[in-house]
């Protein structure tokens, strides 16, 4: 326990250097953008490095973040957009998780190779197609054509406007989790513990989506949970494209506008959101494996 809270925060001072040394950096770019006065401040971060890190933290910790260039809390303005975008993950994960056992599992169902291939092909289109790709033909397809669901946007748990950006990001899910899983499911279709239920004259149903499913259920998981913690740190080109007011949208609208107090904050937020689920995945891991 000691060892993870100090490991914690020799993490957690390392990224609030790196944040505010990137803060340095954007505050000179963003003078180059005005020619009076872009000197002298320019000399005033080269010599005042550590001052303005602590200036960071004093922000950090008890000036809720500091304003933004809109004059709004950083603080709340992260709350507000993490309602959005932790229903957004959630409709990805579902939806890509589900997705992808079912077809995997089916596969391994019907012992068809054909669907193997076609699902392990399928997957790694996927991952090599740019996600804005999957989000362009979904708005022709399902808001210009059919016009079935909002073109973007957001309204409180409402969940039209979460299915048309969920899905851009549950597909990749779904790839990336198929891709395991295949392997892992047609290797314990043919394992020895499969053949022992068969003889003693268990269903193939009952193998397939009971046996089978919790064998692969735990080391799947590290998966989701990883996607997860993306998803919740925000997805820019998608939350962009839909105008999704999430955290992704916001990041980019701070580099954007080079709005230093929302950025820093925010480097801040999505690299504890990677840690704390790494290392939550990383101790899972070694309890399945039985260390210590």
């Known amino acids: 326990m000691k060892s993870e809270l100090l490991r914690f925060v020799l993490f957690f001072v390392l990224l609030t250097l790196i944040s505010s040394a990137i803060t340095d950096y ?6 180059y953008l005005y020619a009076d006065g872009g000197i002298s ?5 080269k010599n005042n490095l550590f001052l303005r890190y602590i200036h960071f933290l004093d922000r950090l910790f008890f000036q809720y973040g500091g304003k933004t260039d809109s004059g709004e809390i950083v603080y709340s303005h992260i709350l507000v957009r993490l309602g959005p975008t932790f229903h957004l993950a959630i409709f990805a994960i ?15 169902y019907l012992r068809s190779n054909f669907l193997k291939s076609l699902l392990y092909s399928s997957s790694n289109l ?3 197609t740019p996600v804005f790709v999957f989000a362009v033909l979904l708005l022709v397809l399902f808001f210009y054509k059919l016009q079935w669901f909002p073109p973007g946007g ?11 950006p969920g899905v851009t990001l549950g597909i990749r899910t779904f790839a990336r989790l198929t891709l395991y899983l295949l392997q892992d499911i047609w290797k314990e279709g043919e394992s020895e513990y ?3 239920l068969q003889t003693r004259n268990y269903s193939w149903k009952h193998i397939v989506f009971k046996e089978i499913f919790l064998k692969v259920f735990p080391l799947s998981l590290v998966i989701i949970i990883l996607d997860f913690g993306s998803l919740l740190s925000g997805a820019m080109v998608v939350e962009e494209i839909f105008f999704f007011p999430g955290i992704g949208k916001s990041l980019y609208y701070s580099i954007k506008a080079m709005d230093i107090n929302l950025l820093s904050i925010l480097l801040v937020f999505s690299g504890i959101i990677f840690y704390t689920l790494n290392r939550l995945v ?3 891991q070694i309890k399945l494996s039985g260390g210590k």
């Open 26 to 31: 954007v505050t000179k770019d963003k003078q």
């Open 41 to 45: 401040i320019q000399e005033e971060t």
């Open 94 to 108: 579902v939806f890509g998780t589900t997705l992808s056992y079912l077809l995997s599992l089916y596969s391994m």
């Open 126 to 128: 996927i991952l090599s």
């Open 154 to 164: 957001y309204e409180s748990w409402n969940f039209l406007y979460i299915i048309l």
């Open 194 to 196: 499969v053949t022992l």
């Open 282 to 284: 990383l101790q899972f």
